[in-house]
């Protein structure tokens, strides 16, 4: 009973910038690995950034240095600052949640889209 709602998609020209939020709610003891997934047309989910409850990040090659991960305890959410956006960052986002240590469970959003135009 946990529900992962995203926000914050839209439609930028290439260069701009977005941000994303993420908040879980529900049957939530408490939030650990949190990380923002995309899927573009045609192609297999992929990771973009990942973040722990301790705020060690990850991310995908393609975004570093143009993307932040961030996250806020107390509301269980889990923000994506996306800077320089790029034609190819055009997907549907999709936030992920981790409610326990080790190997668990995964809660998923119903995903936002980015469109980015050239």
């Known amino acids: 009973q946990v529900q992962v709602v995203e926000s914050g998609g839209g439609l930028v020209q290439a260069g701009g910038s977005l941000r994303l939020s993420c908040a879980a709610s529900?049957?939530?003891?408490?939030?650990?690995?949190m990380g923002w997934y995309r899927q573009a047309l045609g192609k297999q989910r992929e990771l973009v950034a990942t973040?722990?409850?301790?705020?060690?990040?990850t991310y995908a090659d393609s975004v570093k240095g143009r993307f932040t991960i961030s996250r806020d305890n107390v509301k269980n959410a889990v923000y994506l600052q996306m800077n320089s956006l790029k034609p190819e960052d055009t997907a549907v986002y999709y936030c992920?949640?981790?409610?326990?240590?080790?190997?668990?469970?995964?809660?998923w959003g119903q995903g936002t889209q980015v469109t980015v135009s050239s």
């Open positions: 973040i722990t409850r301790g705020a060690t990040t």
């Open positions: 992920n949640v981790k409610t326990t240590l080790g190997y668990g469970p995964n809660y």
């Open positions: 529900g049957s939530i003891l408490r939030v650990y690995d």
